[in-house]
């Protein structure tokens, strides 16, 4: 790693959190696009909120998964699970059009979704939500 990227990296766990937590604007907007069913699943929308924070930690500091800050996000093999069914299933797209063009957080979410579909298309793993042309279904 060079100094430039040393630089931009998070220092330490506090500035990683700080990075990733939703303003209350911007979870108003992601909540009021999530499907009834992610609240019968969970306990609140505590939890939700504590899944799509634990999902921007991991797309904003470009760790694993299995990095996860248990303690704060809960298990990373569930959160880690949940995305994946998220992207799957179209719910990232829905946050992203939640969250308007030109959101940062968008932008973010969209880079971490098509490297996950780019990985899943080269690996040929699960790809059978999209069309030959690569684009999301309807």
Known sequence: M?????????QNDSEE???TRLDEKQ???IEAVLPRT???????????????????????????????????YGPWRKNYVRS?????RGMWLTVI??????????????GYM????????KFGRRNNFLDEGGEHES
């Open 38 to 72: 992610v609240y019968t699943r969970n306990a609140s929308a505590d939890d939700a909120r504590r899944f799509v924070e634990a999902a921007l930690w991991v797309m904003a500091t470009g760790r694993f998964w299995t990095e996860l800050p248990e303690t704060v």
């Open 97 to 110: 059009n939640a969250l308007g063009p030109d959101s940062e957080l968008a932008a973010l979410i969209s």
């Open 84 to 88: 994946n069914r998220w992207i799957y």
């Open 114 to 121: 098509n490297s996950q579909l780019e990985r899943h298309r």
């Open 27 to 29: 979870w108003a907007a």
């Open 17 to 19: 959190l700080k990075f």
């Open 2 to 10: 060079d100094e430039l990227e040393a630089e931009s990296m998070p």
